[in-house]
């Protein structure tokens, strides 16, 4: 997969396969990160990628994702001379939907003040607010119950962007109470959701 815009003269009559640009954060959720691809992959038409923070990369193995990941490595190492290529800039022009999931407390926070301090939050905060980015909160109970969660989560919901909330459950560190990812199936379901209104909206 290239992150680049294709020529529209190349195919004028084939539609092309819809672009999902999947980010991934520091939260144990990112273990749920090769299923959510997966499962992303059994929807006919689209193509998948994903962008990864350094630190939820402690969480599940690059050889389990079938498809192309991006790190803050891939950005300096591609950008050498001012013609060069900008990934967070390709990588935005490439996706028609991006969806971070797990977005955890720290990457919150930074996307809610417009922090871009690395590939994944250079890409949010370079994205069109015009095409759809659905987030999935994910963090200890305390942490989504402090008031600063709900600021944080209503800027993002100002910006445009669509919350997938989390849930109760038991979590890893053995606190009970909402914070969890909300579950794959049901974030796949409200990809197929935004899927089938672009569609619409494509042909009206």
């Known amino acids: 997969m290239e992150p680049s815009t294709s020529c529209p003269a190349a195919a004028p009559l084939v539609k092309r396969p819809f672009h999902v640009l999947v980010g991934v954060t520091g939260s144990v959720a990112a273990l749920k990160l090769p299923l ?21 990369k402690h969480f599940y193995s690059p050889q389990d994702i079938p498809v ?3 790190s803050d490595a891939d950005e300096w190492e591609m950008w050498k001379c001012r013609s060069d290529p900008v990934l967070h800039i390709d990588l935005r022009r490439w996706a028609d939907l991006m969806l971070v999931a797990p977005l955890d407390a720290n990457t919150l926070g930074k996307v809610a003040s417009g922090i871009c301090d690395n590939l994944l939050t ?3 905060r370079a994205w069109d607010c015009r095409k759809p980015l659905l987030f999935c909160p994910a963090m200890n109970t305390v942490m989504w119950e ?18 997938i909330p989390c849930v109760a459950k038991k ?5 009970q109470g909402l914070g969890a990812m909300a579950e794959v199936g049901t974030i796949v379901d409200k990809v197929k959701e935004v899927l089938f209104w672009h569609g619409d909206s494509q042909e009206s």
């Open 36 to 56: 959510l691809v997966s499962r992303l992959l059994d929807i006919p038409g689209l193509e998948v990628a994903v962008v990864t923070t350094e630190r939820a």
């Open 68 to 70: 192309t990941l991006y």
């Open 122 to 124: 250079c890409v949010i």
């Open 146 to 163: 402090h008031p600063i969660t709900a600021q944080q989560v209503g800027q993002l919901k100002a910006f445009g962007y669509v919350e």
């Open 171 to 175: 979590l890893v560190c053995g606190d």
